[in-house]
């Protein structure tokens, strides 16, 4: 089954009507991609693939919800982060994981030895920072959220925000070192 052969107009329009072959297209088609921002969050594999799932139960509860003011995988990519940060809230306590201190943090220098790592190297290094680290890095560096919006998200405060941040750029570099050498 080739799912670039529909629009996402025709997947909306089948999704809307309940009708389950457009809801697997429409997973089919954008399932890959979802699943890598999960597994960006979550750590490892289980429990991207229990994120996943329950963010597409979502998708096809809510469809008829979506406006068509963005664009749909948009939408559905705000329904897997924001699945991706419940889940993360209710099986470990992200909370305890966030200190309101401020850490204090030296540079790294060694860039260019981290360039030479593949993109793959880097995201396998993610998954390993702290719950709080990882979600705040996340955040910020692969989605673009400002710190503001990290801090009303995740009910902290915006000095938090960037202590995580600066705190999983740190632990980042020093792993990223280690591989490099």
Known sequence: MNVELYSDEELLI???????????????KYAKKMYGICLSYAGDRDMAQDILQESFIKVFKSI????????????IRRIIINTALDH?????????????????IKEVEEISAIEKLQTQDILNQVA??????RVVF?????????H????DKLE???GTSKSQFNRARKLLMEMLNKLSV
Do not use: F, M
């Open 156 to 158: 902290i405060t915006e």
């Open 64 to 75: 008829h919800n979506y406006k068509s003011e963005g664009p749909l995988e948009g939408w």
């Open 14 to 28: 089948g999704c809307k009507e309940n009708n389950r072959l457009y809801q697997e297209i429409l997973y089919r």
């Open 148 to 151: 503001r919006e990290i801090a």
């Open 88 to 104: 993360l809230r209710q099986k470990t306590k992200l909370q305890k994981y966030i200190s309101d201190k401020d850490e204090v």
């Open 138 to 146: 996340n955040l910020y560096a692969l989605e673009g959220y400002t």
């Open 128 to 133: 390993k920072l702290p719950d709080g680290a």
